[in-house]
Each structure stands twice: as C-alpha cells, then as structure tokens.
C-alpha cells in the first residue's frame, strides 16, 4: 500500500513538473533565460576588458580606488550604494565591488553591500506597493517597465531569480513585484540569490584588484 502511495505521488510529481516545463517552453521562459544570459557574460568580461584597458592605457584603478578608501568613510559609500540599488541601480554594482576589495575586510564589506543591494530591492518593493495610492504616477510607472510586469506574472519567482542573478535591474524587477502586489515572503526567498550573485562577482573582481 505505502510503495503504490508512493508511485503515485512520484507520479504525480512527474506529471506537474512536465507540465511546467511545458508552460515554460510556451511562454518561452528557456529563451528569456539563455538571451539573458549570455548578455549577462557578454557584460561580464566587457566590463573587465574596459577596466584592464583604462588600466592599462589611462588611468590606474587601483590608486583610485585607494584614494576613494581613503577619501569617503565606508558609511558615505554604502549609503550611496543603497540609494543606487533602490532607484534603478543608477552605479553598476561592479564598482562598488571593486572598492569592497580594497578595503581592510572585503568579504565583510561585500557582504554588507549585498545586503544593502537586498534591503534596495525590498524599499523598491514598497515603493512599487504604495504607488497604487497615486493612480497617475502608478499608470506611468507601469506603462514604462510593462515588460518586467508580463514577464513577472508568466513566470512569478522565477523572474525575481533573473533580477537577481543576472543584469535585469534588480529594482526594477523589485518595482514591479510591489505594483501587482507579488506575495511579499516569495519575493524575500528568491531575492536571496542576490547574495550569490554577489559573490560570483567578487571572485572574478577581487583577482583583477
């Protein structure tokens, strides 16, 4: 009785996740993510090509990251950081990773700009949340970022996953989620892969600085 249990529930495992499957392929979900992909390494490596060419022909990254350590307290950068990464991620992350390796603690300090890149992601989720009070500004804001709000209602976490590993503005996809009210503790699991995304970064960053 428990083994035909059990080969039923496997079953019917098998049967959702084909399912799923299906629908992803449909709503061409696979494709989103390979395009999406690739432009996220296509970014990777010509983010670090124009850094090893200005370092090499005009300018000195690592004098000028030193003098920004020593310029600005940490507190002036991770509260800049912070207001970057709720309002459309004005500054590439990737800056202020090369300026956590510079640092007296990199891994401490890169763990503190991944949580200000989470705490910017769940204010922007607010933010998205409190327009519906301001129906004007709420139309406007969907109108301009109404692709992110398709993408998110076809494919709920899974789209936050991609605004949070790969070079969709985390804020934005935030954004959007706090507009059609997206359950707010599956937006605060899924966005925990920013973390990772962070760390991936800063093994690449902190070899070239």
């Given amino acids: ?30 494709a989103f993510l390979k395009q999406t992909a690739i432009k996220g390494g296509i970014v990777v490596v010509a983010f670090a090509l124009v850094l090893l060419f200005l370092e090499y022909f005009f300018l000195d990254f690592n004098y000028l990251l030193n003098t920004l350590v020593a310029t600005y307290s940490a507190e002036v950068i991770i509260s800049f950081f912070l207001v970057s990464e709720t309002v459309l991620g004005l500054v590439p ?14 891994w401490l300090f ?4 991944a949580s200000m890149s989470y705490l910017g992601g769940i204010i922007a989720y607010f933010i998205g949340n ?11 804001i969907e109108n301009k970022i109404a692709l ?21 503005p985390h804020s934005i996809v935030s954004l959007a ?20 995304r962070f760390v991936i970064y800063a093994l690449i960053i902190f ?3």
Wanted: proline residues 4%; hydrophobic residues 50%; contains cysteine.
């Fill in 1 to 30: 009785m428990a083994q035909n249990s059990k080969t039923i529930t496997s079953h019917i495992t098998m049967k959702r996740l084909q399912l799923l499957n299906r629908y992803y392929k449909i709503t061409q979900f696979y």
């Fill in 207 to 209: 070899q070239i600085f």
């Fill in 177 to 196: 989620c706090g507009l059609i009210k997206y359950n707010f503790k599956h937006y605060l699991l899924w966005a925990l892969f920013r973390y990772l």
């Fill in 148 to 168: 992110h709000i398709t993408n998110l209602r076809k494919w709920g976490g899974l789209f936050v996953f991609i605004g949070a590993m790969l070079p969709l």
């Fill in 110 to 113: 890169l763990f503190i700009l």
């Fill in 130 to 140: 409190r327009l519906f009070l301001i129906p004007a500004v709420k139309n406007h």
């Fill in 93 to 106: 992350p990737e800056l202020f990773i090369a300026w956590a390796s510079k640092s007296a603690m990199p």
